[in-house]
Nanobody
Framework: QVQLVESGGGLVQAGGSLRLSCVAS????????MAWYRQAPGKQRELVAV???????NYADSVKGRFTISRDNAKNTVYLQMNSLKPEDTAVYYC???????????????WGQGTQVTVSS
């Protein structure tokens, strides 16, 4: 398993931007697909974005065109650049290594503590 530490969340006004970071332990980081999830109060955790080992990306429809996922294998870090934030993006954001394919990804590791993102209207 990979150990994960997320950071970069905060309070931002609607239309603003944030950049989340997730540092993963383990030498296998470079061969794993990585993903960002989020969980809003009272809702199930949902997959937001995936970046494969080769750099291909997938996004939830709700964030397409606004969020960008990227990775730096040398730093064992995955990022989520979030622009044009909306109040409905408010959630705790988590990263994880994943396996599967588009539309059918599953997380592999235990969840970290996440990072809170709050978007005010």
């Amino acid at each position: 398993q990979v150990q994960l530490v997320e950071s970069g969340g905060g309070l931002v006004q609607a239309g603003g931007s944030l950049r989340l970071s997730c540092v993963a332990s383990g030498s296998i980081f470079s061969i794993n697909a990585m993903a960002w999830y989020r969980q809003a109060p009272g809702k199930q955790r949902e997959l937001v974005a995936v970046v494969t080992a080769g750099g291909s990306t997938n996004y939830a429809d709700s964030v397409k065109g606004r969020f960008t996922i990227s990775r730096d294998n040398a730093k064992n870090t995955v990022y989520l650049q979030m622009n044009s934030l909306k109040p409905e993006d408010t959630a705790v954001y988590y990263c994880n290594d994943v396996y599967g394919y588009s539309g059918n990804y599953h997380h592999s590791s235990s969840w970290g503590q996440g990072t809170q993102v709050t978007v005010s209207s």
